[in-house]
DNA sequence: TGACGATTACTAGCCAGGCTAGCGAAATGG
DNA sequence: CCATTTCGCTAGCCTGGCTAGTAATCGTCA
């Protein structure tokens, strides 16, 4: 472990006192994880839905993308709500216009959800140049740096996932 | 800005088909950013409080280990939530013994908002063994690629708060 | 010093978005 | 072909936000 350096005090603040890259490592991760919860907070505040409802659209789009259809069952697995509150949510998207449910071709009780154009401009326009962005941003990381860059995050992934002993499952619709 | 290499579609997927290396660390940055906010959902379930309570803990303690005094008005400016919501979740935090009102010294209008020992050692024992570990994960960084790391942390973080117009502010508790 | 606007925290009452329980229709396995 | 399971829905509840309005206190300025 070799974990102190400066005081005995597990108590953060104290621990990296004359470690500065450490520090300002973790407090670029701590600013990161802030800025990006308010802006998904703007960005569905701005098109007038909540932020599980935006996690929703983008589900659907994604899966779209790759060829996937998607049930009401699977976006409740996917955004760990109940199928009933599913409904609800289909309910808002259906009227604001940006999904839509269709019979499932051979089982006459499910639904397909499928998005719409507009949703699709939508979250294109208000997603597509900060995409864009964070590419950029990405790129210029240099090159002999990028697997460390990688490493750290994923080494950090995978401490917040196993505390708490929950499995690192992936987010994947059903084929 | 030279963006495309594979195909002129603006969705995400093939913008850096080509590019293992941008994708990776793309897909690093989004599993991080999800099981950071997994992570925060069981901590917050675990100690019977919602992610908001949970905030409102850790950011009294913060202020109190920096020496700063908290009035239910910072909390609610840092929460982002109305000083009337704040009212409430001062009965729930209180109520379960997790912080404490007492009359400000000066202010008779004023609370000032305190920990409890319960609350201090319950985070730490919730977080300290978690925090303890992401420094570890931090050292392990190579020091030539430290920079890197945190440049491009900053930057993404920049853009995103950017995005939206919002001015960078930082969250601190007035002096 | 006394009056008055600003500030602080609280109460009352509303609403959105979760939840569980239970239902009918369709699919599936024995 | 009947029993069980699965799917999505409705009904009704609860939590945690919100706004509006209030009482107490503070600060300022005539």
Request: aromatic share 4%; charged share 30%.
């Amino acid at each position: 472990m070799s974990l102190m350096t400066t005081r005995a005090i597990p108590d953060g603040h104290f621990w990296y006192a004359n470690e500065p890259d450490v520090r300002d490592l973790l407090q670029a991760v701590r600013r990161f994880r802030r800025v990006d919860e308010e802006m998904r907070r703007r960005i569905s505040a701005g098109m007038d839905m909540n932020l599980t409802d935006l996690r929703a659209l983008q589900y659907v789009i994604a899966a779209e993308e790759s060829g996937e259809t998607v049930q009401q069952h699977d976006l409740a697995r996917y955004l760990g709500i109940s199928t009933a509150s599913t409904t609800k949510l289909l309910d808002r998207l259906t009227a604001s216009g940006h999904l839509v449910r269709a019979p499932h071709p051979r089982d006459g009780r499910s639904v397909v959800v499928t998005s719409t154009d507009h949703a699709r401009s939508e979250i294109r326009e208000r997603l597509g140049r900060m995409h864009a962005r964070m590419a950029e941003i990405a790129r210029d990381v240099p090159v002999e740096a990028r697997a460390a860059v990688r490493e750290f995050l994923d080494a950090l992934s995978d401490q917040i996932a196993e505390e708490g002993h929950v499995a690192p499952l992936s987010p994947r619709p059903h084929g």
